[in-house]
């Protein structure tokens, strides 16, 4: 397995956690929130979706993708489906384009879209950075999820 790969893997296999964190939720769970000030299940998933478009296939592939990053903050849903067809099709959609990139592409330098970016200011990275960022951003934000999921199912079930 060659380094892009191991990459792609990581991304889909981050991606893939977002199906068993939000599948079984009711409404009332997937959109609870530990504190007002904190994110729902719904909202974490929704961020990493967001982030990982934007940063893989936006910056990383050229294509275009339109994200609403200050959206992806007040997101909420009736059940956890879509969240998890979306997870599937964006995996789908990372793999095949991180597999067409060219073997040599991990030393280029991208320039992200402010809103691919997030908060702050862009920078030029090169795509080997780019991915790393995407990987270690949403490894935080995976493990958030679980517990997020695990509090709202306990809250749930104190009659909270």
Same mark, same amino acid.
């Given at each position: 397995?060659?380094?892009?790969?191991?990459?792609?893997?990581?991304?889909?296999?981050?991606? #893939?956690?977002?199906?068993? %964190?939000?599948?079984?939720?009711? *409404?009332?769970?997937?959109?609870?929130?530990?504190?007002?000030?904190?994110?729902?299940?719904?909202?974490?998933?929704?961020?990493?979706?967001?982030?990982?478009? #934007?940063?893989?296939?936006?910056?990383?592939?050229?294509?275009?993708?339109?994200?609403?990053?200050? +959206?992806?903050?007040?997101?909420?849903?009736?059940?956890? %489906?879509?969240? %998890? #067809?979306?997870?599937?099709?964006?995996?789908?959609?990372?793999?095949? #384009?991180?597999? %067409?990139?060219?073997?040599?592409?991990?030393?280029?330098?991208?320039?992200?879209?402010?809103? &691919?970016?997030?908060?702050?200011?862009?920078?030029?990275?090169?795509?080997?950075?780019?991915?790393?960022? +995407?990987?270690?951003?949403? *490894?935080?934000? +995976?493990?958030?999820?679980?517990?997020?999921?695990?509090?709202?199912?306990?809250?749930? *079930? &104190?009659?909270?």
């Amino acid at each position: 397995m060659d380094e892009l790969e191991l990459y792609t893997r990581q991304i889909g296999s981050l991606i #893939a956690r977002v199906v068993p %964190a939000v599948e079984g939720l009711d *409404a009332t769970q997937l959109n609870w929130r530990p504190a007002p000030e904190m994110n729902s299940t719904y909202i974490i998933a929704a961020h990493m979706l967001g982030n990982i478009e #934007a940063w893989t296939l936006g910056t990383v592939c050229g294509r275009d993708v339109d994200r609403d990053r200050v +959206a992806e903050f007040s997101a909420s849903g009736a059940d956890g %489906a879509e969240l %998890a #067809a979306a997870a599937g099709d964006l995996k789908a959609r990372v793999e095949a #384009a991180l597999g %067409a990139l060219a073997p040599g592409v991990l030393g280029e330098i991208r320039e992200p879209l402010p809103l &691919h970016w997030g908060t702050g200011t862009p920078r030029p990275l090169s795509v080997r950075q780019l991915l790393l960022s +995407a990987i270690v951003h949403n *490894a935080s934000h +995976a493990g958030h999820l679980e517990v997020t999921r695990e509090l709202a199912v306990a809250n749930a *079930a &104190h009659g909270g």
